[in-house]
């Protein structure tokens, strides 16, 4: 057992540590299934949101936490909605080789520019239908890949109630 010692927000905090053996299994780097091209140019990414947990199952049913982040929404850099037409709340449908799916859109600043997020805590509307999914399976752990699929580029249209992506 090892101590040591940390100053935090000054103050001098001690850590006992237990040493552990841990083994580390290294894979070769493999590309996602899908890699952007001039059909599917944007990345779409998914992931989770601060306020919920998993698929939400539990979190959703807490009302403080649905009103943080109540329906599932689109992040999607000013540069790249400016690019298709896209503004804040605007119901964008996204399509990859999979599926489409509709979202209103959420304009930030904190996502890439080549990039969108939905996260996937909602099984109405779910953006896991949209994802490479079984086609995808990490070679060790067998987990499905949910991180990149690719959008099509398509320019929004202001006629119709939703706007293409």
Known sequence: MTT???????KT????????????????????????DADYPVVLTTGR??????????????????????EPLM?????????????EGDLVRITTRRNS??????????IR????????????????QLTVGLEGLDPISKMPEFKVECLQNRENRREESQRLC
């Not at 040591?4 to 000054?10: D, E, L, N």
């Not at 850590?15 to 952007?36: A, C, D, H, N, S």
């Not at 520019?113 to 953006?127: E, Q």
């Open 75 to 87: 992040e999607i850099h000013p540069e790249l909605a400016a690019k298709y037409g896209i503004e």
């Open 113 to 128: 520019k080549d990039s969108v997020f939905v996260p996937y805590h909602w099984g109405v509307n779910s953006v896991n």
């Open 13 to 36: 905090v001690n850590l006992k540590l237990t040493t552990v053996r841990l083994t580390l299994t290294l894979t070769p780097y493999q590309p996602p299934v899908e890699e952007p």
């Open 49 to 70: 949101v601060v306020s919920q947990y998993l698929s939400g199952t539990q979190t959703r049913r807490i009302g403080k936490l649905v009103d943080i982040y109540p």
């Open 4 to 10: 040591q010692v940390h100053h935090v927000f000054g």
């Open 101 to 110: 799916a509709v979202f209103p859109a959420n304009v930030v600043v904190t």
